[in-house]
């Protein structure tokens, strides 16, 4: 009787892994890909969007913190390297994440990481050439999202914070 079922309950299990497998494989890309329409929907690709502040109704991203001001660029590093610059802001804490086609953080750095100096980084892949400046990342892919995260106080007026992280940007190299 177990000899009987040994065989199907094998090729289940072994379907069953093969699913996880795929799964794992598929779904980091797929939610990326989204993630990357949806914030292009917005501003563009290759260039930095300034959302405005969060509301209950704010939902490009899933759950956005109202306690963080938010700018993204999300890139497509097929055209060439991206260039970001990140200028520092009178804020209690900022940073940059880049997240890569799988949703991997690639690279990250925060104002205590960079004394609150300017921060230029390039997005490059392999055999791109840096820009003199520019300290190279790559992350896996072509295509994810570069995401600036600036902690505000809510009750505090924040046009000085705003128009400071309005001058970072994100470009195509030319």
């Not at 590093?77 to 900022?94: C, N």
């Not at 999202?145 to 128009?163: E, F, H, W």
């Amino acid at each position: 009787m177990i000899r009987h079922w040994l065989a199907p309950a094998l090729f289940a299990v072994f379907c069953g892994l093969l699913a996880w497998h795929a799964t794992l494989a598929v779904i980091p890309r797929a939610l990326m890909a989204l993630a990357v329409r949806r914030v292009a929907s917005v501003g563009g690709i290759n260039k930095m969007t300034h959302a405005p502040l969060v509301t209950a109704k704010a939902r490009t991203i899933v759950r956005p913190s109202p306690d963080l001001l938010y700018s993204s660029c999300p890139y497509d590093l097929a055209v060439g390297p991206v260039l970001i610059d990140v200028m520092p802001v009178a804020a209690p804490y900022w940073s940059l994440s880049v997240f890569d086609n799988t949703t991997n953080v690639a690279f990250v750095r925060n104002n205590r990481q960079t004394a609150n100096a300017p921060l230029h980084v390039a997005l490059v892949r392999r055999g791109q050439m840096v820009p003199a400046g520019y300290q190279p990342i790559m992350p896996q892919g072509t295509r994810g999202v570069a995401l600036i995260r600036i902690l505000i106080d809510r009750s505090a007026p924040i046009t000085a914070i705003d128009a400071a992280r309005r001058q970072s940007s994100c470009r195509v190299a030319n």
